[in-house]
């Protein structure tokens, strides 16, 4: 019997030492995965910072597990706190908050053979409040993970709090920010990359205009709340701890050429511009300009000029300035408001359901530009 028990404590150590010696960690770098979104590699650390940002990656394995770190440890408040979602298949597996300064999320583990998934992991809280950064990605499989391929179309989105999806698992419009209800993968702006099968990278800012950021005081215009000056940045944060700080990292516009880029920006303007005449024009010649600066970046894609989700003051300002550019490639483009049928999520901000409509338009226009 000692015999016995000895040989099959041997047989336990043995298996113990193979699994480990055929665990294997991989960096999240291009040779493994599909970087989405502006993200940028530091000391071997993928920072994940705008809506929807992140990796994606397939994978053979009967085990995962992604290690992710917060960017500036452990968050006070978990109001600020990046939100981490990992989709295996297009199923949601995790869906959590950073609450330590580094954790690993299990995204599978099957016993018997291995299967083969189709990972996305990503960041579905904006980048203003805070980023994270995938730290290693382990399988305890021989085979390798390889990034997924790249779809033929891709879209560019450009926007404020509506594309950062504040909010819109909150349907209290009482309620106001927070990261915990925030869901970017929610939006209309995902929701409409992934009908049309499309690569996207998203540019979006809570609060953010062209002329004025969100103000509750139309005699104060919110100027440091404006898109134009980091839209050639990598992106947007408050602080930074262990990276460098993206405000200043001029974004290399090679590595996600657009065939399409959405513009969804002049809310939070209106609550400056209060159908102020001077202001209206104001805001309509940045327009103007913005137009001019996306187009040096991007020579060939549509560009789509949207407004409308939380009311449409300035369209007619952003219809004088896409006519003004005279590009046969720019157009405006009116989204439905809000219906009260729909509810309305923190801060009367659009619900999910609100969001499907939007992308069910959206996609119908973009499909009949690029046919």
């Known amino acids: 019997m000692n015999k016995i028990k000895r040989l099959f404590s ?97 995204v599978f583990a099957y016993k018997g053979l291995p299967r083969r998934k189709k990972i996305e992991v990503i960041k579905i809280s904006e980048a203003s409040s805070s980023w994270a950064g995938i730290v290693n990605i382990e399988t305890n499989e021989k085979g390798e993970i390889k990034p997924l391929p790249e779809n033929k179309l891709k879209i560019e989105f450009i926007g404020d709090s509506i594309t950062c999806g504040y909010g819109i698992d909150d349907e209290d419009r009482n309620h106001h920010f927070s990261t915990t209800t925030e869901d970017s993968s929610k939006t209309y702006a995902y929701k409409t990359a992934k009908a049309l099968n499309a690569d996207y990278s998203m540019v979006s800012v809570s609060g953010i205009g062209i002329i004025s950021g969100y103000t509750s005081n139309p005699n104060v215009k919110n100027d440091s709340g404006i898109l134009p000056p980091i839209y050639d940045k990598v992106g947007m944060n408050w602080h930074s701890v262990y990276m460098n700080n993206p405000k200043e990292m001029p974004w290399d516009f090679s590595k996600f050429v657009p065939d399409v880029v959405v513009i969804n920006l002049g809310t939070n303007d209106s609550s400056y511009c209060k159908n102020d005449p001077k202001k209206c024009l104001e805001f309509q010649n940045a327009y103007a300009d913005f137009i001019k600066q996306v187009r040096a970046k991007n020579p060939d894609a549509y560009i789509i000029c949207a407004l409308g989700m939380m009311g449409a003051d300035l369209f007619p300002q952003i219809n004088k300035a896409v006519e003004s550019v005279k590009d046969s490639k720019v157009l405006a483009f009116q989204l439905n408001q809000i219906s009260y049928a729909d509810g309305y999520a923190a801060d009367w901000h659009p619900t999910e359901k609100t969001n499907i409509k939007a992308a069910e338009k959206l996609t119908e226009k973009i499909k009949s530009l690029i046919k």
């Open 10 to 106: 041997v047989f336990i150590i043995f298996s113990c030492t193979f699994i480990f010696l055929y665990a294997k960690d991989y960096a999240p770098n291009e040779k493994n995965v599909k970087f989405l979104g502006r993200t940028f590699l530091e000391d071997d650390i993928l920072w994940m910072g705008y809506s929807n940002s992140g990796a994606a990656f397939e994978v053979m394995a009967t085990e995962l597990n992604v290690t992710i770190m917060s960017e500036n440890g452990q968050y006070p408040s978990s109001n600020d706190a990046p939100r981490i979602l990992i989709l295996a298949d297009g199923e949601r597996v995790v869906d959590e908050m950073l609450s330590e300064p580094e954790q690993t999320f299990n």
